[in-house]
């Protein structure tokens, strides 16, 4: 697989180069409230910019329908990312649209423009191959035939999308710094872990993440579930779970799960319910198989915390994906925060993925240090630690 040096070898002197970033950042409306994800983004474009190219950056943020949607631009994002850069990043108000290729025209050696969010298109996340590939025709026609694309959204090659796989079949393609340097340390999770090795997974993406435990099952000793993921275990185990986030459809398949493998999942024994979404909710600590009706589960328990802590501070090795409850309310953090802790006052080989995590990690105010690495991307390292093909980087190897 070619790589970012193997370009700047070949010289990028007034090419345009399209690089596909995963600047997907938490936002609190119009404020980012974590940018790690854009200074991962920054030593590969700004390899290129010394190095006279002219840098396209293509992204997503969050998950639009298809179509633009002001509450998803990347206009935040674009401002960051002049600031850490020191020079300005045009927006183009469209992703292959007129402003695109005025945007993209206009652009000066050494110099960086953004597309605007590529979700705005529908064709990026489209299932179907000749429409994806449409897209990435456009994007083609948007820098010219005799630029060279730059895959460096880690985050986001577990997807096979326009921007992620299909351009890398049209344009010389290079894997970039930042996902060679993940797929380094993560592989150091497949091989031969120490031992005990523990995941501790959470989050929101619920229907996402019940597949992988089920692979990666029989390849750690515990996985510890918190998060909103919690409450389709719960339900499998036939306990109410009131207005907590569900995946109906996965019960049937999480009790099976239960059944075969009841020994190495750790459940919540406890949970914090809110009678809203909210962070000045009325909130109380209940025993997970006693959560109110019209009550949500919102964050694990203390009684969890600290079993929780045990097992991570005895591990030897520990991935974690996903926080353990909604950590963006100060009410509902404490889970959060005390895993948080508990991985990183251990002596575990300690991996965190995704965006939320690494952002819980920083926000609530932990040492990064004291990880021993922190991975721009959740889904993209989960379906790795798998042995899952990660499209965007197979298509990257010419093996597709
Ligand atoms: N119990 C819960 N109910 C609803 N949302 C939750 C719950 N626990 C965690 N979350 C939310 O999950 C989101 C992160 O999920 P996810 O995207 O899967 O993690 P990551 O980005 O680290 O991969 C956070 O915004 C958090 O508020
Ligand atoms: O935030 C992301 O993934 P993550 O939450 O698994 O870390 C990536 O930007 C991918 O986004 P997606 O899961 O909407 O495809």
């Not at 927006?91 to 423009?113: F, K, T």
């Not at 290079?174 to 523990?198: C, F, I, K, Q, S």
């Not at 190495?264 to 979404?277: E, G, I, Q, T, Y």
């Not at 953090?333 to 251990?346: F, H, N, P, Q, W």
């Amino acid at each position: 697989m070619k790589n970012l040096d193997d370009l700047l070898g070949e010289g990028v002197q007034g090419r345009n180069v399209l690089v596909r970033a995963d600047l997907n950042v938490p936002l609190d409306g119009e404020t980012i409230t974590d940018d790690g994800r854009v200074r991962a983004a920054l030593p590969t474009v700004e390899k290129l910019t010394s190095a006279g190219a002219r840098v396209v950056l293509a992204a997503h943020l969050g998950r639009p329908e298809g179509a633009p949607d002001t509450r998803y631009s990347l206009a935040p994002v674009a401002r960051r990312f002049g600031e850490l850069l020191g020079s300005e990043v045009a927006l183009a108000d469209d992703v292959v649209g007129e402003s695109a290729h005025e945007v993209v025209g206009g652009l000066a050696d050494g110099r960086v423009a953004m597309l605007q969010n590529v979700r705005f298109d529908p064709r990026e996340t489209s299932k179907d191959d000749a429409e994806r590939g449409e897209l990435a025709d456009a994007l083609v026609e948007v820098v010219g035939d005799s630029a060279a694309f730059v895959s460096d959204g880690f985050g986001v090659v577990h997807r096979k999308q326009a921007s992620v796989y299909d351009l890398a079949t049209k344009l010389p393609c290079y894997a970039g710094g930042l996902v060679l340097d993940e797929v380094e340390v993560l592989r150091t999770l497949t091989g031969d872990p120490r031992r005990p090795y523990v995941v501790l997974l959470g989050g929101s993406k619920v229907s996402d993440k019940l597949e992988v435990i089920n692979a990666l099952l029989p390849k750690v000793d515990r996985l510890v579930i918190g998060g909103g993921m919690a409450y389709t275990f719960l339900a499998a185990l036939g306990h109410s779970v009131g207005d907590s986030l569900l995946q109906q459809d996965q019960i049937a398949a999480t009790k099976q799960l239960l059944d075969e493998h009841g020994d190495k999942l750790v459940l919540p024994v406890d949970v914090v319910v809110a009678d809203r979404f909210a962070d000045d909710a009325n909130t109380q600590v209940v025993p997970s198989d006693a959560i109110p009706e019209g009550w949500q589960g919102l964050d694990i328990g203390p009684r969890t915390v600290e079993r929780y802590a045990e097992i991570l501070g005895s591990a030897s090795t520990v991935f974690w994906n996903g926080p353990t409850g909604v950590f963006e309310f100060a009410n509902f953090a404490e889970g959060t925060r005390g895993v948080a802790r508990a991985i990183a006052d251990s002596e575990a080989f300690s991996v965190v993925g995704g965006g939320d995590s690494a952002a819980a990690v920083r926000t609530l105010g932990l040492d990064e240090q004291r990880f021993s690495h922190i991975s721009t991307g959740g889904g993209a390292s989960l379906e790795f630690l798998e042995g899952k093909n990660l499209p965007g980087v197979a298509v990257l190897e010419g093996e597709v």
